[in-house]
């Protein structure tokens, strides 16, 4: 169907609006027919402010007020697994990104198109291409190209968090642990020396392994140093004289980039180790007073996110963020994916409690 052909009503439901949404299909890449939809429903309204990037939409008040907030959601899905067109089920919404994350960014729109005056000014941020590569990510763009539209004293992205507090986020990095041998025929293995045998020695330093649970800004957060792949081999009748071990390191916000480098380095003092991949992790920033105010409404303890978000994005721009939306993160990306339908309307209220 054309986008022509249908129009968002932002007056409905939440639960009707999210369902909506899960029926327009946006696989990463392919964000475009929603957010041609998401920027004509909130274009032309008397108190917003809407600039599109790409198929990135931001709209903005610009009441005059001493702080703003930024609430953000990502427009894209995975592939789908079978879970097209949404259904219900009791109490359930289910439905290819009904958890991760458009029962989110159902929430996040009605705001927008109904809180006309708030208490603090608001930029609400729908983007691009969150599931894939960050250097597709919608939001990376606009911390390169547009960096003042994500201004804000506190940023809530609304990532799947049971309708709770998840502050900040962990830092991730890989490193691939090369250990050496040499090459020989497996008839006359005594000349050689098997590198996946002695990897065994890697293995046993992970088994031995204590990761830490550091206390930062009042939450306790659990790291994790873990082998995830083994490459090794040449032939069926060859010893081979290479092998990596490819380990993820999960690290609490306290540790900066520079910081996780160093310590799986001396962790694994001796091989050769190339870092492949990182990403630094947030801290939750709830001394901040629009977070303390947040965190009274929502009424209940944050916790420690588990996983990396695009909170880090705004820790990276000076900005203390948090994760809460609808839905249990565990379900994202499931071919069950759903939300509950008391989560998206609690939501809702607990947000706009705060913003009013």
Not at 55 to 81: F, K, M, Y
Not at 211 to 238: F, K, Q
Request: aromatic share 6%.
């Amino acid at each position: 169907m054309a986008t022509a052909d249908i129009t968002l009503d932002l007056s409905t439901d939440v639960v009707a609006l999210a369902a909506a949404l899960i029926d327009i299909p946006s696989q990463s890449h392919h964000e475009e027919q929603l957010a041609d939809l998401v920027h004509a429903a909130l274009a032309g309204r008397a108190h917003l402010t809407v600039q599109r990037v790409g198929n990135t939409i931001v709209a903005q008040t610009h009441l005059g007020h001493s702080e703003r907030v930024l609430i953000g959601g990502h427009l894209d899905t995975v592939p789908s697994a079978g879970n097209l067109p949404h259904h219900f089920a009791k109490d359930l919404l289910y439905g290819l990104g009904s958890c991760d994350m458009k029962g989110g960014v159902a929430v996040a729109l009605r705001l927008a198109a109904t809180l006309t005056a708030p208490s603090r000014d608001v930029t609400y941020v729908f983007y691009e291409c969150e599931e894939v590569a960050g250097e597709f990510n919608g939001l990376q763009k606009l911390a390169d190209e547009h960096p003042h539209l994500l201004e804000a004293d506190l940023a809530i992205l609304m990532e799947p968090s049971n309708a709770g507090i998840e502050a900040g986020c962990q830092g991730t990095l890989r490193a691939e642990v090369t250990v050496s041998g040499i090459r020989a025929h497996s008839a006359r293995s005594w000349l050689g020396d098997n590198a996946i045998h002695s990897a065994a020695d890697v293995l046993q330093v992970l088994r031995a392994y204590e990761p830490r649970s550091p206390i930062v800004d009042g939450l306790e957060y659990r790291e994790g140093l873990n082998a995830v792949a083994i490459n090794a081999g040449i032939a069926g009748n060859v010893i081979p004289d290479n092998c990596v071990v490819t380990v993820n390191y999960r690290f609490a916000p306290d540790r900066s980039l520079d910081q996780a480098k160093a310590h799986v380095r001396e962790v694994f003092a001796g091989y050769e180790v190339v870092i492949v991949d990182e990403a630094a992790g947030a801290r939750p920033g709830l001394d901040r007073p629009a977070a303390a105010d947040f965190v009274a409404v929502v009424g209940e303890d944050p916790q420690p996110k588990f996983g990396w978000t695009d909170v880090a994005r705004f820790t990276a721009l000076g900005t203390p963020a948090l994760n809460f939306g609808p839905g249990n993160p565990a379900l994202a990306h499931s071919a069950d994916e759903h939300v509950p339908v008391e989560q998206l309307r609690a939501c809702e209220e607990r947000l706009r409690a705060w913003l009013t």
